[in-house]
C-alpha cells in the first residue's frame, strides 16, 4: 500500500480504507501557469481575503460571541463565521507550501478569538450566540450551523497536517458537541447546507475517533427523512426528498447536492460500503451528461443556484456558481480515489483550467460569484446581474473558497497505489511517492496549457519493478510516448492511464507529447440554448470571444461563424490586458443590424447583409480582465 504520511491536503484516506488510490504526499508546483496562479493567491488574494475578515465584520461577529465587544451590532448572513475558517483552511495549505511569519501570526490571532468565542459545551457559531441564542439548531434547514463547523474542522485539520494544531482542541471540542447532540442523543434534524459530512470523515481520519465517522454516516443515512425542515422550495431542494441510495439524480442547490455527494463518497471510502459509492457515481455520470456546461460549470439557474433540468443549459442566464466548481472537484477527486478511474481527473482538468480559474481575476483581487458563458452589452443595467466581478460580497463564499482550493492546487497532481505513481494533472512539480518496493521520485516539466511537451525524469527509483501510469487526456487525439528517447506505443487501459512498468533508474526519461489541435466543439441535440452554435477548444482550454479583441467597429452579437472555419492558434507573449496567452483566429461573418422596432419575430426572416471578419478568441479563464463589454463562448454556426 502506497503511503499516505505527510499528505498536506485536505483528504488523506485511512490505511484501512477502500481507495483504489491515495493521494501523495506534498507535490511542489515548480513553475508554470500553476505556480504563477499559486504565487497571485499568496501575494494578492489571501492578504485580500484576510484583510476582508475585519472590513466585512466577520472578526467583529465572533468578538460579539466571546464578549470582547459590546458596542456593536452582528454583520452579514448566518455563516459569517465560515469565510474565517476557509481563510484559515487556505492558510493552513500555503504554509504547508513554505512557512510565512505574517501567515502565521493570523492564524495564532484567529485562533485565540474563535477559542474565546466557543462555548462551555463546545458551540460555537457567532450568529446564535449574539442574535438568537434560543434558536440553536432550531432552524437547521437554513441556519448553516453544521456548515459553519464543518468549516471550521476543515481548517483544523488542514492547519494541523501543516504543523499547527492549536485550532485542532477547539474542534474536537465541537466535534464532540455535535456528536452528542446528533448521535448520542439523536437530535431529529439534519443541516439544510451539507458540509460537515466530510469534515467529520477527515476529523477522524486524522484522530482515529470513530465517533466522528459514525456521525458523518448517520448525516448521509438520514438524508430523505424530511429531517433537514420544512421550506416553500421543497425537500428536493436540500437533498432531503429521498434517501441517498434512491436519488437518481442531483436535485436543488447545486453546492449543497455536491457537498453532500463528497461526503457520501468519504463515508463509502472509509466504511466500504460499495452501495454508498455506485449510488454517487450513478449520479456523477448523470450530471456530467446532461446538466455541466461546456467549461465545466454546474447550476443553471441563478434563482436558488440550482441544478436545473437535463440538458438545460443556458449560455447567458448560466450560474456556474465558482463555489459548485470547488465543490465538484472535491466530489470528483473523492471518486478518483475510490475508483481509480481517468474519467474523474478529466472532468477536474475542465473544471479547473476553464470555470474554476475563470472566477477570480487575473490579479488575484476580484471574484465572480457567477460565472456565465456570454455577456450582452446591456448587462450592467439588469438588476441581479452577476456577469461582473468583485473585490467581496455580502454573502462571500465564494472567494476563500478559491483560496483554499488555489493554495492545495498540488494536491490534484498525483495518485498511487502499492506498485504504480499515477499522473492525474500535468503541472511543473517535483513529487515522491512511497511504493511498495521504495520510494520513486520524479520532476515535471511542461509548458501546459499553451504547449503540449510533457518531460518527466526519474530522481530517484525503488529497487523494485514499478510503474508510472500517464492519464491520457480526452481532448488529446494524437499522442505520442517514449521513454529515454525510444518510442511506446499509447495503448490506454480500460481506466484511461498510459502505465510504464520496469526497473526504473534515476536519470530515466519520459516525454509525453500531447495534441493542442485547437477543436471546434458542437453541442448535444437537447440544449435548445446553444443549437445551432459551435464553441472552441485548445488542449483543457474552452475559449471565448470578448468584444475587445475584435477588429475596430465589430460587433460581437451580429457574429455568425463562417462554414467550415479555419482556426489558427496565435501565441502571444503580451497580449494587451492579459498578458501570455495563446489566441484562436478564425473565420466569421457579421451580420447586418436589424432594426430595433415592432416585436422581434418574424413570419418571413429579414434579409441581412453579410461582412466576412476574422473573430479572435481568447481563453475563458482570461476573460473580464479588460473591461465590462460583450463575451460569448457559443457562436451561431453558418
Not at 436535485?251 to 460499495?274: F, K, Q, S
Amino acid at each position: 500500500m502506497i503511503t499516505t504520511e505527510g499528505v498536506t491536503g485536505p483528504i488523506a484516506p485511512t490505511a484501512g480504507a477502500d481507495a483504489a488510490h491515495r493521494p501523495i504526499p506534498p507535490v511542489i508546483i515548480t513553475g508554470g501557469l500553476w505556480q504563477q496562479w499559486q504565487r497571485v493567491n499568496r501575494e494578492a488574494s489571501i492578504p485580500l481575503g484576510i484583510g476582508k475578515l475585519d472590513e466585512a465584520g466577520n472578526f467583529d461577529d465572533l468578538r460579539l460571541a466571546a464578549g470582547d465587544r459590546l458596542d456593536a451590532e452582528y454583520h452579514g448572513p448566518v455563516y459569517m463565521d465560515s469565510d474565517v475558517y476557509k481563510m484559515l483552511e487556505s492558510v493552513g495549505f500555503e504554509l504547508a507550501n513554505g512557512d510565512d511569519a505574517t501567515l502565521r501570526s493570523f492564524v495564532a490571532e484567529a485562533v485565540a478569538l474563535i477559542a474565546r468565542a466557543q462555548r462551555d459545551d463546545g458551540y460555537l457559531n457567532s450568529y446564535y450566540q449574539v442574535v438568537a441564542p434560543d434558536q440553536r439548531y432550531a432552524k437547521l434547514e437554513n441556519s448553516h450551523e453544521l456548515y459553519t463547523a464543518g468549516h471550521l474542522i476543515q481548517a483544523a485539520v488542514a492547519l494541523a497536517r501543516a504543523g499547527d494544531d492549536q485550532l485542532l482542541p477547539v474542534a474536537r471540542r465541537l466535534a464532540d458537541h455535535l456528536v452528542q447532540v446528533f448521535l448520542t442523543e439523536r437530535k431529529p434534524r439534519l443541516d439544510g447546507h451539507p458540509e460537515a459530512e466530510t469534515a467529520l470523515v477527515e476529523l477522524y481520519r486524522l484522530t482515529e475517533t470513530t465517533a466522528y465517522l459514525d456521525l458523518a454516516r448517520r448525516l448521509v443515512e438520514d438524508r430523505g427523512q424530511g429531517l433537514v425542515g420544512h421550506s416553500p422550495v421543497g425537500s428536493a431542494y436540500f437533498q432531503d426528498a429521498l434517501p441517498v441510495r434512491a436519488m437518481p439524480i442531483l436535485t436543488g442547490h447545486a453546492v449543497r447536492a455536491m457537498y453532500l455527494e463528497a461526503g457520501i463518497v468519504d463515508v463509502a471510502l472509509e466504511t466500504g460500503d460499495r452501495s454508498l459509492l455506485d449510488c454517487s457515481i450513478a449520479r456523477w455520470e448523470d450530471m456530467v451528461a446532461t446538466k455541466t456546461a461546456i467549461t465545466g460549470g454546474h447550476g443553471a439557474r441563478q434563482l436558488k443556484e440550482a441544478f436545473g433540468e437535463g440538458y438545460e443549459l443556458p449560455s447567458d442566464q448560466a450560474y456556474n456558481e465558482t463555489c459548485a466548481a470547488v465543490a465538484s472537484i472535491h466530489w470528483s477527486w473523492r471518486l478518483l480515489l475510490a475508483t481509480g478511474e481517468a474519467r474523474f481527473a478529466d472532468l477536474i482538468e475542465r473544471t479547473l483550467y476553464n470555470v474554476f480559474a475563470a472566477s477570480v481575476s487575473l490579479d488575484g483581487l476580484e471574484f465572480f460569484k457567477g460565472n456565465p458563458l456570454q455577456r450582452r452589452h446591456d448587462h450592467e443595467q439588469v438588476i441581479g446581474d452577476p456577469r461582473y466581478r468583485g473585490g467581496w460580497f455580502w454573502s462571500a463564499c465564494c472567494p476563500p473558497n478559491v483560496t483554499r482550493l488555489m493554495a492545495s492546487l498540488g494536491h490534484y497532481v498525483a495518485t498511487g497505489d502499492a506498485e504504480t505513481l499515477y499522473l492525474q494533472q500535468y503541472a511543473d512539480s517535483e513529487l515522491t511517492a512511497g511504493l511498495a518496493g521504495g520510494e520513486l521520485g520524479l520532476r515535471i516539466r511542461t509548458d501546459l496549457p499553451w504547449q503540449g511537451e510533457v518531460m518527466i525524469t526519474i530522481d530517484r527509483a525503488p529497487e523494485a519493478e514499478s510503474g508510472i501510469a500517464l492519464r491520457l487526456p480526452s481532448w488529446s487525439e494524437q499522442t505520442a510516448l517514449s521513454v529515454n528517447g525510444d518510442p511506446v506505443p499509447v495503448e490506454p487501459d480500460a481506466r484511461g492511464y498510459l502505465t510504464l512498468r520496469r526497473h526504473w533508474q534515476a536519470g530515466d526519461t519520459i516525454r509525453f507529447d500531447l495534441d493542442l489541435t485547437p477543436r471546434m466543439i458542437t453541442p448535444h441535440p437537447k440544449i435548445d440554448a446553444v443549437r445551432g452554435s459551435a464553441a472552441f477548444e485548445r488542449g483543457p482550454l474552452v475559449y471565448c470571444f470578448e468584444q475587445a479583441d475584435q477588429e475596430a467597429a465589430a460587433d460581437l452579437e451580429r457574429f455568425r461563424l463562417a462554414a467550415d472555419p479555419a482556426i489558427t492558434a496565435r501565441p502571444v507573449d503580451d497580449h494587451p490586458g492579459i498578458g501570455r496567452t495563446t489566441l484562436l483566429e478564425l473565420d466569421a461573418v457579421e451580420l447586418g443590424a436589424v432594426p430595433a422596432t415592432g416585436l422581434p419575430y418574424y413570419s418571413s426572416p429579414p434579409a441581412l447583409t453579410e461582412r466576412p471578419v476574422k473573430a479572435t478568441a481568447i481563453p475563458y479563464f482570461q476573460w473580464a480582465n479588460r473591461d465590462r463589454a460583450p463575451m460569448r463562448v457559443w457562436l451561431p454556426a453558418g
